[in-house]
């Protein structure tokens, strides 16, 4: 855990920079997304981002003591993805990333 002046810089960098990376690093024509994007991204990349993403949620619960939250976290992620499969196959098949422009 940090400590001082620097972990509440981290409570507003760390946000931040993640909201923009969300934003930014999409799949063209993601059906679950307006299908527009500023950095063309393959499927499979976008996948690990949203994966790296909410692993990364799972583990803060755990490090802030709330074991019990991450578990359940982590099963509604699980089931989230479990049920959207046609979109985690769309995404795996996406493999050409089309020039566009917004």
């Known amino acids: 855990m940090h400590q001082g002046w620097n972990r509440y810089g981290l409570v507003i960098i760390l946000p931040v920079l993640m909201a923009v990376i969300w934003g930014v690093f999409a799949v063209p024509d993601d059906p679950s997304r307006s299908g527009k994007t500023v950095v063309a991204t393959p499927g499979w ?5 949203e994966i790296a993403f909410f692993t990364f949620g799972a583990w803060t619960f755990i490090d802030i003591g709330y074991r019990n939250i991450s578990i359940i976290f982590a099963i509604v992620i699980f089931l989230h993805y479990a049920f959207s499969f046609d979109r985690l196959r769309w995404m795996l098949n996406n493999k050409e990333i089309k020039k566009r422009t917004l």
């Open 45 to 49: 990349i976008r996948l690990m981002i």
